[in-house]
């Protein structure tokens, strides 16, 4: 009787040599591949064919988008959860419930063994064995990358090792950028972004847009509308979150929005070089974050702005299945009860432009704010405040004042 490894597939080069390389490596041992489809669009066309000819057994395409959205997307988004101000976590938001459907997989299969393709210098590795472990810890964890059996130590190795067995090289020699893509984002790495001193090539990089310069000389409006915390609407109508997403990548792709080139910190400890395209992604977190300037009063603000660091951390590091991240998520979502309203923004070459907001929850009061002197607030009324909340300032110098007089 055949053993059972469940291996999470992508069909890109590093799943597609380890089908082969178990079957070498085990004996009797059956792979069954497993492709998530979180929106990654075309890239799970012809995957079947493709997994089945290297020798898998089967191919499950679970289609998990709009689970990607709803459990993981948009509380990010409640949460403003940005890692090192510029990454909006687009391939770290995928991979928890990537790994959570490969346990379950693996339950259903009866699988020994849990296999992905991470290396043993990415971010992906402890995401996805984190959540192994948090679903499934009597499940082995099989990462080629970190064996002795596996002799592969780069890019060219993999294309050499396929080209030998006679497998179609599922890449472009000259174009081997390794990405990651799901409907929240595009990443690349490798090639000239290995050297953080070469500017990227966005000709031929870029998927999901075009450049600042290639934008239109035209501005571009749009208006979101959110119900506590979650978009609903897109120039007032009623949308899926597959359809929120699909629409404001399209429109903020083609206005040059969303591209980031990053140097950042690895968990494992390094630092890496990578450019992100997330234009739907960036369009939404500022639009939410319009809003919430409207609707949330000072404090809750000001807290909510210390965890959304210690948020993106744990999403970062894959630790998402967690105490932790469950309590920030039900702190976040009562903050979110009032988060309900409209934002404009202006769209032009790369930039993201307010344009109005509004909300029966607007805690923006004109009569106070105005400069014309209302009934609810007195210019007097500062008179004491200032006297009060100066007052350490005050002593400060009358102490200065009596020492330098000695």
Same mark, same amino acid.
């Given at each position: 009787?055949?053993?059972?490894?469940?291996?999470?597939?992508?069909?890109?080069?590093?799943?597609?040599?380890?089908?082969?390389?178990?079957?070498?490596?085990?004996?009797?041992?059956?792979?069954?591949?497993?492709?998530?489809?979180?929106?990654?669009?075309?890239?799970?066309?012809?995957?079947?064919?493709?997994?089945?000819?290297?020798?898998?057994?089967?191919?499950?395409?679970?289609?998990?988008?709009?689970?990607?959205?709803?459990?993981?997307?948009?509380?990010?988004?409640?949460?403003?959860?940005?890692?090192?101000?510029?990454?909006?976590?687009?391939?770290?938001?995928?991979?928890?419930?990537?790994?959570?459907?490969?346990?379950?997989?693996?339950?259903?299969?009866?699988?020994?063994?849990?296999?992905?393709?991470?290396?043993?210098?990415?971010?992906?590795?402890? &995401?996805?064995?984190?959540?192994?472990?948090?679903?499934?810890?009597?499940?082995?964890?099989?990462?080629?990358?970190?064996?002795?059996?596996?002799?592969?130590?780069?890019?060219?190795?993999?294309?050499?090792?396929?080209?030998?067995?006679?497998?179609?090289?599922?890449?472009?020699?000259?174009?081997?950028?390794?990405?990651?893509?799901?409907?929240?984002?595009?990443?690349?790495?490798?090639?000239?972004?290995?050297?953080?001193?070469?500017?990227?090539?966005?000709?031929?990089?870029?998927?999901?847009?075009?450049?600042?310069?290639?934008?239109?000389?035209?501005?571009?409006?749009?208006?979101?509308?959110?119900?506590?915390?979650?978009?609903?609407?897109?120039?007032?109508?009623?949308?899926?979150?597959?359809?929120?997403?699909?629409?404001?990548?399209?429109?903020?792709?083609?206005?040059?929005?969303?591209?980031?080139?990053?140097?950042?910190? &690895?968990?494992?400890?390094?630092?890496?070089?990578?450019?992100?395209?997330?234009?739907?992604?960036?369009?939404?977190?500022?639009?939410?974050?319009?809003?919430?300037?409207?609707?949330?009063?000072?404090?809750?603000?000001?807290?909510?702005?210390?965890?959304?660091?210690?948020?993106?951390?744990?999403?970062?590091?894959?630790?998402?299945?967690?105490?932790?991240?469950?309590?920030?998520?039900?702190?976040?979502?009562?903050?979110?009860?009032?988060?309900?309203?409209?934002?404009?923004?202006?769209?032009?070459?790369?930039?993201?432009?307010?344009?109005?907001?509004?909300?029966?929850?607007?805690?923006?009061?004109?009569?106070?704010?105005?400069?014309?002197?209302?009934?609810?607030?007195?210019?007097?009324?500062?008179?004491?405040?200032?006297?009060?909340?100066?007052?350490?300032?005050?002593?400060?110098?009358?102490?200065?004042?009596?020492?330098?007089?000695?």
């Amino acid at each position: 009787m055949s053993r059972k490894i469940v291996l999470a597939y992508s069909g890109g080069l590093d799943t597609t040599v380890i089908i082969p390389w178990l079957k070498e490596l085990y004996e009797d041992v059956e792979v069954i591949a497993v492709c998530a489809d979180v929106g990654q669009g075309s890239e799970t066309d012809g995957l079947e064919e493709r997994a089945l000819s290297t020798g898998a057994s089967k191919l499950y395409i679970e289609d998990l988008t709009e689970e990607f959205i709803t459990d993981v997307i948009y509380p990010t988004v409640k949460a403003n959860a940005v890692y090192e101000g510029k990454y909006l976590l687009g391939t770290s938001m995928a991979r928890p419930i990537i790994a959570k459907r490969l346990v379950e997989i693996a339950r259903k299969e009866g699988a020994f063994a849990i296999c992905h393709g991470a290396t043993g210098k990415g971010n992906d590795q402890v &995401r996805f064995e984190l959540t192994v472990k948090a679903f499934a810890p009597d499940i082995q964890i099989i990462a080629p990358w970190k064996m002795d059996e596996w002799k592969m130590q780069s890019r060219e190795d993999e294309i050499a090792y396929l080209e030998e067995r006679g497998i179609p090289v599922p890449m472009k020699k000259d174009d081997s950028y390794s990405r990651d893509r799901n409907l929240w984002h595009i990443s690349h790495e490798g090639l000239e972004l290995e050297d953080p001193a070469n500017e990227p090539n966005y000709d031929r990089l870029l998927v999901l847009g075009v450049t600042p310069e290639q934008a239109p000389d035209k501005d571009t409006y749009i208006e979101i509308e959110f119900e506590k915390g979650i978009p609903v609407a897109i120039d007032g109508k009623k949308l899926s979150p597959i359809e929120i997403m699909t629409k404001l990548n399209e429109v903020g792709g083609a206005n040059g929005i969303g591209i980031a080139d990053i140097v950042e910190n &690895r968990v494992v400890g390094m630092k890496s070089r990578g450019v992100y395209e997330t234009p739907g992604g960036t369009i939404l977190m500022y639009a939410h974050r319009e809003l919430e300037y409207l609707c949330l009063d000072k404090q809750s603000q000001q807290f909510r702005e210390t965890i959304a660091t210690k948020y993106a951390e744990l999403l970062y590091s894959g630790e998402w299945y967690t105490p932790l991240r469950e309590a920030l998520d039900a702190f976040n979502d009562s903050l979110q009860e009032t988060v309900t309203g409209k934002v404009r923004l202006k769209l032009y070459k790369g930039n993201i432009i307010s344009a109005g907001s509004s909300s029966p929850y607007s805690l923006y009061d004109e009569d106070i704010a105005s400069f014309t002197t209302g009934e609810l607030y007195s210019h007097k009324d500062a008179v004491g405040f200032i006297n009060l909340f100066g007052l350490p300032l005050k002593v400060r110098a009358m102490m200065k004042q009596r020492n330098e007089n000695k």
